[in-house]
Each structure stands twice: as C-alpha cells, then as structure tokens.
C-alpha cells in the first residue's frame, strides 16, 4: 500500500482552501483519507496590527506528520514544500543546493574532458 501526504482542495470558486492529508497513492483527490494532519489556506490575510507582510495559514499536528513520514509515506510536491515551510522536511529546491549540483556537474564534465584528453595522446 503506497501512502502519500498530499493537499486535498475545498472551497469555493477562487478562494480554495487545502486540507493536508495522507491517503492511498491511488485514490482520487478528494476521496476519503486515511487521516487528515491539517489545513492549509492559499489566500493571505492580512498581518497582525497591521504590520508586515500578509500571511497565508498553515495549521499541522506535527506529531503525526513526523510519524506518517517515518513509516514511508511519500509528499507530493505542493506538500513537501509545506512540510520544508514548517522545518519538517529539508527543502527540495534550495539556492545553494542547485548551485552545489550546478558546481558538481562542472567538476565533472571538466575531469571528462581531461581523461579524453589524455586518452587522445
């Protein structure tokens, strides 16, 4: 049975709203979860006494998402970006992470063209 964490969309027209849930990997979206872990709303409202920037709501039971993720169950993307948000999970898609890959990619496209280079002798 293969678990995943993903959102499940209710609301109106233009104003959604999500519900953090874990489900079968083959249900349909908005089919019944096997649990749902919170809710997470798209629309900012605006900051507290007015200052700063606006706030989009994200409520979880943390403790259960770490025990779903322990027993194997996979975030869909939208979810893993939810999660990494929270500091349940490590970002995917970081700045410095693609810059380490971008840096690792050239290393070793350099040391192939130098073993070819020394090959062609």
């Known amino acids: 049975m293969v678990v995943k964490i993903r959102l499940a969309r209710f609301g109106k027209r233009n104003s ?3 519900n ?3 489900a079968q990997a083959r249900s349909a979206r908005n089919s019944k979860p096997l649990e ?7 629309i900012p409202k605006p900051a507290p006494l007015g200052e ?6 994200i409520k979880l039971d943390t403790a259960r998402a770490k025990y779903w993720l322990g ?3 996979q975030p869909s ?7 990494s948000m929270i500091g349940l999970l490590e970002p995917k898609y970081s700045i410095q ?23 062609g002798r």
């Open 97 to 119: 992470k693609m810059q380490k890959t971008e840096l690792e990619q050239r290393g070793n496209a350099q040391s192939e063209e130098g073993v070819a280079k020394l090959e």
């Open 36 to 42: 749902v872990l919170g809710t997470y709303d798209p």
């Open 52 to 57: 700063g920037k606006p706030i989009k709501d």
């Open 16 to 18: 959604p709203f999500y």
């Open 71 to 73: 027993v194997g169950a």
């Open 77 to 83: 993307d939208p979810a893993w970006r939810l999660l």
């Open 20 to 22: 953090i849930v874990v």
